[in-house]
């Protein structure tokens, strides 16, 4: 990964790391997909953590990119989404072009607990991100 890294830094690229199959795994002491911009993971029964179903996360310590990804994966809708619960036409309001990626309550809830079980925890400072789009 340095090599990568400094490739990226010298030209003010964002690395984005796939780190489906390496949650929990380490690269010369740092959790492996908090290296670089943005780390995704995935959670489908085939990788080192799963969540019950389809599933994944994308990690980084850019809290404006995580809210970004978050938008795109529930179709561009914005923050707005997520308070329009009094007036739902505003919440069908687009900011942007997205995808219907959301991943289910359930599925998160399972995903949330088993995060708590990987080296050095999840969202307690240090070796995780806290900001999490699960
Ligand atoms: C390294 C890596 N990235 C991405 C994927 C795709 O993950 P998914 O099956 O959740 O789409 C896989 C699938 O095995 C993978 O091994």
């Known amino acids: 990964m ?36 943005l780390g995704c993971y995935g959670f489908i029964r085939n990788k080192a953590m799963a969540c019950g179903g389809e599933g994944g996360a994308v990690a980084s310590f ?3 990119a995580v809210r970004r990804v978050i938008d795109l994966a529930n179709h561009g809708r914005g923050e707005r989404y997520h308070r329009a619960h009094a ?10 072009v997205g995808f219907n990626y959301r991943q289910s309550e359930i599925l998160s809830a399972i995903a949330r607990v088993q995060l ?19």
């Open 2 to 37: 340095d090599p990568l890294l400094a490739l990226a830094r010298g030209r003010g690229l964002a690395v984005v790391e796939d780190a489906c199959q390496a949650i929990g795994g380490r690269y010369k002491g740092r959790s492996v997909g908090t290296l670089g911009h």
């Open 62 to 64: 850019d809290e404006a």
């Open 87 to 96: 007036n739902p036409d505003l919440g069908m309001a687009r900011d942007a």
């Open 116 to 134: 708590r079980h990987l080296p050095g925890g999840s969202g307690r400072g240090g070796a995780w991100p806290t900001n999490t789009a699960t």
